[in-house]
């Protein structure tokens, strides 16, 4: 039977389906396992020991002395950024040249985990570094060499003393991706830091105690820190263990690995979809076949064996095919990611081939065998006259089984319970919602129709009457549509706000430059030389730091809140900056702007106050070089970051901050032609540091641009199996249709009014269908918006008319293609036929 249904093509839709579903899954997979293995291998390596004791100020002596107690070994490193200055330019036309660094001083022992690699020029073969900078020296990386125009042996200016430069830094361990780490990395020795002159009060710097050794002794270290740290107890003090190593890397990878699990839990959707389809096709197609063996005597147990085993061997090979097609699409996936994987992975295991197969067995018993299990239950005189009775509810009843193993299927494929669930959730409450609307305004539109009072023409009271007549096979048509729509809608939605958001390339003028610790006796003079410099957009903002400390009369600290983005927020300080208009880039979204006021009054970023659960009427307490500021949220702003300019999460009236110690800051965009500019301020002011994120947006987009394309390979096994969803819902009632037009040619009805019954009826079907799917894609984009890639989804009117143009297309074409033969021949033959 296998073999003639192979041979006849009725088996091409059930396994095409199928091995789309499992490459999705198994390419997602096999990429997935690889990224968790090397993370494994590679964690200790990535932080440089086995756990980190993090400050903003030196490290307290208990936590060295309990490592030594346990006897691990330590090393220290102290992270900051400042000016580093050359002598550098053409032979003969030395000039100061200042560029902001990353300055890592490091003790002797570090690190205690893998090893740096150092080369001795630029380009030269490297090597695995020994120790650290010897005295008097430093390491620098390739891009600090290049923006200070020196070469390995010159002299560099740090603080008040004079390094050389006795090698290039090829790769370091545990950079991370701190703002401070986008600057050029220059490397020293940490005894001679304070030679520098570089920390002193209100410095911004990074201490940190590295700390390795056993298992059981890191163990017992972690759990004498927590006691210590854990619950606000050590202000400023965090931890890092293996887990939390590279933390930015480890979310930008979670939030495209996010993503492509989503394409490829709504392709495996779309295949189950498809594969039902099909499945009612072929029983339709099968139902004479069965009646006859039926009569001829075979049991209802040798029915179901014969179709268990037909479609567990289509299962196998489904899955294996797809397996096969998941591994290599798993290699194209690493080739679009680029560098940003740029260690050895190792190979995948046999979990995600497992997992791959078992969706397709799922996907096939769960919804291929359920249209089939009632032929095996009724009496064979039933099945001839096509009464189904009460076996019909034995499908309902396998339909809920594999619903329900395919929706645990998901949540294992998202690999967390929260995508998964949506995902799951969306589509189950989305069919039983469709099915419902659908035979709802199918039976409200048949009796509009059919009203004296409503002149629908023929045409449509006929199409109309025909939905509602067989309306569980046209609701199913409807929904599966509807269904298909919808992912395909999601993927779109999704993709363009958050990722074509992402890769829109950034305004030719956008600011580039920023200058910070600009002090209160240097604004007017630093004001001046910008504007002789013609960078008349750079407008000085005031910025103070204050300290949030309560909300609402309640104490404000760590472990108030659960995320961890928060958990950071409140344990630092804020920078609050005051003025009387609103920015240009900025617009309220909630309360009112407080405008020209001398009450203190605070309008707070709308990303905030969702973070620590802020709203307007609440009153904050802020602690600003120890005075306290209590302030109501009278508005909350929408910023857009995108402009680069500078922004503050909060803003409050000159009159409630202008009393207190303030730096400035400004950004302004400079052509890099134009760089001189920057190095004379630089020389007249070298308490000033400034930034040049034009290397950080490009690194930015470089890593997004390889996202998007990973995103786009998988995005094509979604719309192939779009395709099949769309094919195979049209299909499914292909035969009925067929015959209708062919009864109604015979019954006398001209070209004219068979065309225009079918047009009507796949209009309805198109539009009803695009209609819910708009609707069901925005709804579950919002909540994946909010839930699992946490940002916000605008709703777009444009989806509806959208879906249901693209509803209407898709049925009009699919109905055309099916049924225009039948229009060119003879009524009795097409009756024949049918």
Not at 429 to 455: D, H, K, P, T
Request: aromatic share 8%; proline share 4%.
């Amino acid at each position: 039977m296998t073999a003639r249904d192979w041979r006849a093509g009725e088996l091409t839709m059930l396994l095409l389906a199928l091995v789309l579903a499992v490459a999705a899954l198994t390419s997602v997979g096999f990429l997935a396992d690889r990224l968790h293995q090397g993370l494994e291998r590679d964690a200790r390596r990535m932080i440089a020991s086995d756990f980190i004791v993090r400050s903003d100020h030196p490290v307290d002596s208990g936590f060295v002395t309990k490592a030594k107690a346990l006897d691990l070994r330590t090393a220290t490193t102290v992270i900051f950024a400042s000016m580093i200055s050359s002598k550098g330019g053409a032979a003969g036309e030395a000039q100061s040249i200042a560029r902001l660094a990353a300055v890592k001083a490091v003790s002797s022992a570090y690190p205690l985990r893998g090893a740096l690699r150092i080369a001795p020029a630029l380009g030269a073969p490297d090597r695995p570094a020994n120790a650290v900078p010897a005295s008097g020296t430093v390491w620098v990386d390739a891009q600090l060499l290049d923006a200070l125009h020196v070469r390995v042996g010159d002299p560099v200016q740090v603080g008040t003393r004079t390094f050389t430069i006795s090698a290039v830094i090829t790769r370091e361990l545990d950079r991370g991706f701190a703002f401070v780490n986008f600057a050029p990395r220059l490397m020293m020795r940490d005894d001679e830091l304070a030679s520098t002159g570089l920390i002193g009060y209100g410095s911004r710097v990074t201490y940190r105690l590295l700390v390795a050794g056993s298992d059981a002794a890191v163990e017992q270290f972690a759990d004498f820190a927590h006691g210590r740290v854990d619950g606000g107890k050590m202000r400023g003090v965090a931890l890092e263990s293996l887990q939390d190593g590279q933390p930015q890397v480890r979310q930008t990878l979670d939030r495209a690995g996010h993503f492509l699990t989503l394409v490829a839990l709504l392709t495996a959707l779309l295949a189950a979809v498809a594969i039902a389809m099909a499945s009612h096709r072929y029983m339709r197609r099968h139902l004479d076949g069965c009646a006859v063996m039926r009569c001829l005597g075979l049991g209802q147990a040798s029915m179901r064996a014969l179709f268990t085993l037909e479609f567990l061997m289509l299962g196998l090979a489904g899955g294996v095919l797809g397996v096969a097609l998941g591994f290599a699409g798993h290699w194209a996936l690493l080739a679009w990611l680029g560098n940003l994987i740029d260690v050895q992975l190792p190979l995948p295991g046999v979990w995600p081939a497992l997992e791959g197969i078992a969706a397709g067995l799922v996907l096939l018993l769960g919804f291929a065998l359920p249209p089939l299990l009632p032929l095996t239950r009724v009496p064979p005189v039933r099945v001839l006259r096509r009464e189904w009775g009460e076996a019909g509810r034995t499908a309902w009843y396998a339909y809920t089984l594999g619903i329900a193993l395919f929706a645990g299927l998901l949540v294992l494929a998202a690999g967390e319970l929260k995508l998964g669930g949506i995902v799951a959730g969306g589509f189950a409450a989305g069919m039983l919602v469709f099915v419902g609307i659908s035979r709802a305004v199918l039976w409200g539109a048949a009796r509009i129709a059919r009203s004296e009072r409503v002149n629908a023409g023929i045409g449509w009271r006929y199409a109309l009457a025909s939905l509602e007549r067989r309306s569980a096979a046209s609701a199913l048509q409807i929904t599966a549509l509807a269904i298909g729509l919808m992912c395909l809608l999601l993927i779109a939605i999704t993709r363009d706000d958050l990722v074509a958001g992402w890769r829109k390339s950034t305004p030719p003028d956008a600011p580039n430059e920023f200058i910070i610790d600009i002090q209160a006796d240097q604004k007017a003079a630093v004001e001046r030389y910008l504007a002789a410099q013609g960078m008349r957009d750079a407008v000085l903002e005031p910025m103070v730091k204050g300290r949030l400390i309560s909300i609402n009369g309640k104490p404000v600290n760590p472990e108030s809140y659960k995320n961890d983005d928060a958990k950071r927020l409140v344990d630092r300080e804020f920078n609050l900056s005051y003025r009387t208009t609103l920015p240009d880039d900025n617009r309220i979204v909630g309360g009112t702007w407080y405008g020209d006021t001398a009450k203190p009054q605070i309008s707070i970023e709308e990303g905030l106050a969702k973070l620590i659960g802020v709203k307007t009427g609440d009153v904050l307490r802020f602690d600003v070089t120890g005075l306290p500021i209590d302030a109501p949220v009278t508005s909350v702003r929408k910023l857009d970051w995108g402009s680069f300019k500078v922004n503050f999460f909060v803003l409050m009236p000159p009159a409630a901050l202008d009393t207190f110690p303030a730096t400035y800051i400004t950004s302004f965009h400079l052509p890099p032609e134009r760089r001189a500019v920057i190095d004379d301020l630089i020389a007249d002011y070298p308490s000033l540091t400034a930034i040049d994120i034009a290397p950080i947006l490009a690194q930015m987009q470089r890593v997004l641009s390889q996202v998007i394309g990973a995103v786009q390979f998988l995005f094509a096994f979604t719309l192939a199996a779009g395709v099949l969803v769309l094919y195979a819902a049209l299909a499914g009632t292909r035969d009925e249709r067929m015959r209708e037009s062919a009864l109604l040619r015979a019954l006398g009805a001209s070209h004219r009014q068979v065309r225009a019954v079918q047009v009507a009826e796949f209009v309805a079907v198109g539009a009803l269908a695009g209609l819910m799917g708009a609707l069901g894609a925005q709804t579950l984009g919002s909540v994946l918006a909010t839930r699992v890639f946490e940002f916000y989804l605008d709703f777009d009117p444009w989806v509806l008319p959208v879906g249901v143009a693209a509803g209407v297309a898709c049925a009009g074409l699919g109905g055309w293609l099916s049924l225009r033969h039948v229009l060119m021949r003879p009524a009795a033959q097409s009756l024949r036929d049918a």
